[in-house]
């Protein structure tokens, strides 16, 4: 057969050259060198942070819009506060209480925001591809901050940007990924990123929450949880009550699965380190005493979402790679 | 009488210089071919043919969706019809998944009002199995075919109880007319929207598994050996489904089965692009599925081509993947798009092509068939294999623009299209 290819969303990507128009719609938008400059930024942004005075002028002027189809307490704020910390104007939209509650269609609602020339549109939606779409109907820089199971890009580079803190590199790390995989966007992203800086992701959990043909993205699937040893990080996913329902569901109970699958402080060697990209349920994927213990690098991540979220906007509309980029100065 | 269009004197015309190839009549040659008062009168023997120019009998499609009555901001009996004729097509049959369901005499009187009053081409129509699609109670097929029901389907839906689908079988004799399966265990297939496999496990949209379909393939092809009675697999997509078919046929169950231009062409590496025109139900498969699909189309196992043609609504097609709804349109690009993409690269023969395209799916519903005979009605293709041109929004007859082909170049060319002896389309 011969190839047959269409672009009918004339999309540009974050690892592009020198485009006119840069987005983040997932984790493929990036290069490894597009990784470190990011990660090279957040550094930057972490050491301008312990100063009293946090605000830097480096977006004075632009526009960053929030546009939230889904809730979010972690994501949301920290968009926010990034680009305020950047100093640009920001604009949060929520799906309820906006026209979308009267049936407005993402297409109307982006090409509305659109009028007010916004620099940077970070979405996120409950259905895959929107963001996609979003950048295909307007000029503005798209960030996703995740859409539906695909991708979360941002959760990503803040969880390998934690990584590289604790434990001071990102090649040649182990990273089991415990729990969900199949309804998580943020495992999907956090695949593809480990592959691209040369760590090894191994996934662990019920069969029937592992997707079948995921091993094709470079990982190893187990089913045992004392496969879990081996690993420098203890990545644990969020376990859904909806995943539960009567007639939907994928394990028997929470409790067999937290029996089986539970990342209990039985299950860890010291040494290891443990995450969890947020909401937690403790109890359920996660032993209580385990969320608390030094191992724990969850409000690590929090501080970290909001250093790679700055750097990501700042990389956008001013850094990159192309020959006018600038560095950013926090002198 | 199961195909409709309105009452008009035939056409005279003679078509010189092309290859004319009819695989059922054995002919393979250079003639110039005469109709007089839409009726063959001769062949005679010409020269050199013209390059490219080849001359076949027209084409039959299965599996239309007029979106009529209901959607006409979709499409209409005179848009999918002039749609068709451009196509190439000399019958289409429409499939019954409407608003409201074509399962009463009243609904399909009122189609069949409609194709002799505007359908460019003769147009027959399917009614459903089930009343309202509801997969409960079994239509009144035998008052329904008597009105001129081309067939039976529930298309857009499987018939989940193995209860309903036995006595639809067995009713189906008292009609004499055949059952068109589209074959999903909902179970399985759940709130999918692509194949289940390596590509969805990357993009985390919920899968399809192709299980979901051969396993009711397998299950309808039982109850059709145990109650005696032929039946027809819709769209066939995976290669589980192939085989079931394959194996029911060769333990003599009466089963034929068709499939779609996008599954020969296309795999589930597509959907990356999320773009929604690459979202169907069935949905593309894997290159192993396509390869299955392309074996069983040359062993006989498939015998027709059919477009399944669905048309959409642009605002309902520009949404996100998740959102959009599942469906493309064909009739205008189903040769091209066969012979650029399939007959071009050596994995199909054109013979075989227009074949599975023309008498293929008219001897499986028992349509009139198109030959190039002298005595026949004019039943004819003429196609400019060597002439190109771009699929764009602008270029469609039908009201619909979601074409999986949009911005692509297609070789080959539907130049005319005589149907029972009319001209329909000329280039």
Same mark, same amino acid.
């Given at each position: ?331 | ?83 068709? /004729? ?18 009463? /005499? ?117 109850? /059709? ?203």
């Amino acid at each position: 057969m011969s190839e047959i290819t269409t672009a009918p969303l004339r999309v540009v990507r974050l690892g592009d050259p020198a485009p006119p128009r840069r987005h983040l719609l997932g984790i493929s938008d990036l290069d490894r060198n597009a990784v470190e400059r990011l990660l090279g930024t957040a550094t930057t942004i972490a050491r301008s942070l312990d100063r009293e005075v946090k605000k830097l002028p480096a977006l004075r002027g632009r526009l960053v819009i929030n546009l939230f189809y889904e809730s979010s307490t972690r994501t949301l704020s920290s968009f926010d506060l990034a680009a305020k910390r950047l100093s640009a104007d920001t604009m949060a939209l929520r799906s309820s209480g906006s026209s979308v509650d009267k049936g407005e269609s993402l297409k109307d609602t982006a090409l509305t925001l659109a009028e007010y020339d916004p620099d940077v549109i970070v979405i996120r939606h409950p259905h895959i591809g929107a963001p996609e779409l979003v950048a295909s109907v307007t000029h503005a820089h798209i960030v996703n901050a995740g859409d539906g199971k695909h991708q979360h890009p941002t959760q990503a580079l803040l969880d390998l940007y934690t990584m590289r803190e604790a434990l001071g590199r990102l090649d040649g790390l182990h990273v089991a990924i415990v729990g969900d995989v199949l309804h998580s966007r943020v495992a999907r992203s956090l695949i593809e990123a480990l592959t691209l800086v040369g760590a090894r992701a191994t996934l662990v959990g019920p069969p029937t929450l592992m997707p079948r043909g995921i091993e094709s993205m470079g990982c190893e699937v187990s089913t045992d949880i004392a496969d879990i040893e081996a690993a420098d990080v203890v990545y644990v996913l969020r376990m859904q009550q909806e995943r539960m329902n009567a007639g939907a569901a994928y394990v028997p109970s929470l409790r067999e699965y937290a029996a089986e699958w539970g990342v209990t402080a039985r299950r860890l060697r010291p040494s290891q380190i443990v995450m969890h990209p947020g909401p937690m349920n403790r109890g359920v994927e996660i032993a209580p005493d385990v969320a608390d213990s030094a191992a724990s690098l969850i409000s690590d991540q929090v501080r970290a979402g909001l250093v790679v979220r700055m750097a990501v906007l700042y990389d956008l509309l001013a850094g990159g790679p192309g020959d006018d980029a600038r560095p950013l100065e926090v002198a | 009488m199961t195909l409709f269009w309105p009452d008009r004197p035939a056409d005279s015309l003679t078509l010189r210089g092309a290859r004319v190839i009819d695989v059922a009549a054995g002919v393979d040659g250079a003639f110039d071919v005469t109709v007089e008062d839409g009726v063959i009168t001769s062949l005679e023997r010409a020269g050199e043919p013209a390059p490219g120019l080849v001359l076949a009998p027209a084409f039959v499609d299965p599996h239309v969706h007029l979106r009529v009555p209901g959607r006409e901001d979709e499409e209409t009996v005179a848009t999918g019809t002039a749609a068709a /004729a451009a196509g190439g097509y000399c019958a289409i049959l429409a499939m019954p998944n409407t608003d409201p369901v074509v399962d009463s /005499a009243a609904v399909l009187g009122a189609l069949i009002e409609q194709a002799h009053e505007g359908a460019a081409i003769p147009t027959g129509f399917m009614a459903s199995i089930s009343k309202g699609l509801r997969g409960e109670e079994l239509t009144e097929m035998v008052e329904l075919a008597r009105l001129g029901a081309a067939g039976f389907t529930d298309d857009g839906h499987p018939v989940v109880s193995a209860g309903l689908m036995q006595r639809a079988l067995q009713y189906s004799g008292a009609a004499g007319r055949l059952l068109a399966l589209h074959e999903e265990d909902p179970s399985l297939s759940r709130d999918g929207q692509m194949n289940e496999g390596a590509v969805s496990a990357a993009l985390g949209l919920a899968g399809w598994p192709s299980i979901a379909e051969s396993v009711m393939i397998e299950r309808d092809c039982s109850i /059709a050996a145990y109650v005696q009675r032929p039946l027809h697999i819709m769209h066939l997509s995976a290669r589980e489904s192939v085989a079931a078919v394959r194996a029911a046929q060769a333990r003599g169950v009466a089963v034929t089965a068709e499939v779609s231009p996008h599954h020969l062409c296309l795999t589930d590496d597509t959907v990356r692009t999320l773009d929604t025109n690459r979202k169907m139900n069935p949905p593309l498969r894997a290159e192993g599925d396509r390869q299955a699909l392309l074996e069983g189309l040359r062993d006989g196992t498939i015998t027709c081509i059919a477009t399944d043609h669905a048309p959409h609504a642009r605002h309902e097609k520009e949404t996100p993947f998740e959102a959009a709804p599942f469906g493309v349109t064909g009739l205008e690009t189903s040769f091209a798009a066969i012979n650029t993409f399939l007959v071009e690269t050596g994995e199909l023969a054109l013979e075989l092509v227009l074949e599975r395209m023309s008498s293929g799916p008219a001897r499986t519903f028992d349509l009139p068939m198109p030959r190039i005979a002298v005595g026949e009605r004019a039943n004819l293709v003429l196609i400019d294999l060597d002439a190109s041109w771009l699929v764009t929004e602008h270029g469609f007859r039908s009201r619909s623009t979601n074409s999986w082909l949009l911005g692509q170049t297609l070789n080959g060319a539907i130049v005319k299209t005589v149907a029972d002896g009319r001209v329909v389309h000329a280039a």
